[in-house]
């Protein structure tokens, strides 16, 4: 999913770890906890990281992508 999004994941992980506090966002399963981190990669790239926490203090990214500015939210109806 990170090709998708234009996203390295090394550049995931650097912006996951920029953020010392995470979001709860809703998941399909319902036995998954599914979190959103805002982050920034060291070279300053905005990167929203969503990921679902694993045990031993790790953490599984299921996608990550660049976050709309505003215009861009009013053209595709967010």
Same mark, same amino acid.
């Given at each position: 999913?990170?090709?998708?999004?234009?996203?390295?994941?090394?550049?995931?992980?650097?912006?996951? !770890?920029? @953020?010392?506090?995470? %979001?709860?966002?809703?998941?399909?399963?319902?036995?998954?906890?599914? *979190?959103?981190?805002? $982050? /920034?990669?060291?070279?300053?790239?905005? !990167?929203? @990281?969503?990921?679902? %926490?694993?045990?031993?203090?790790?953490?599984?990214?299921?996608?990550? *992508?660049?976050?709309? $500015? /505003?215009?861009?939210?009013?053209?595709?109806?967010?």
């Amino acid at each position: 999913m990170l090709d998708k999004h234009g996203v390295e994941y090394e550049e995931a992980v650097e912006a996951l !770890l920029s @953020v010392p506090q995470s %979001e709860r966002v809703a998941s399909d399963d319902p036995n998954e906890r599914r *979190y959103l981190a805002r $982050g /920034r990669t060291d070279a300053g790239r905005r !990167l929203h @990281v969503v990921y679902v %926490e694993e045990p031993g203090r790790r953490a599984r990214i299921i996608t990550a *992508y660049e976050p709309l $500015g /505003r215009k861009a939210r009013r053209r595709h109806g967010r």
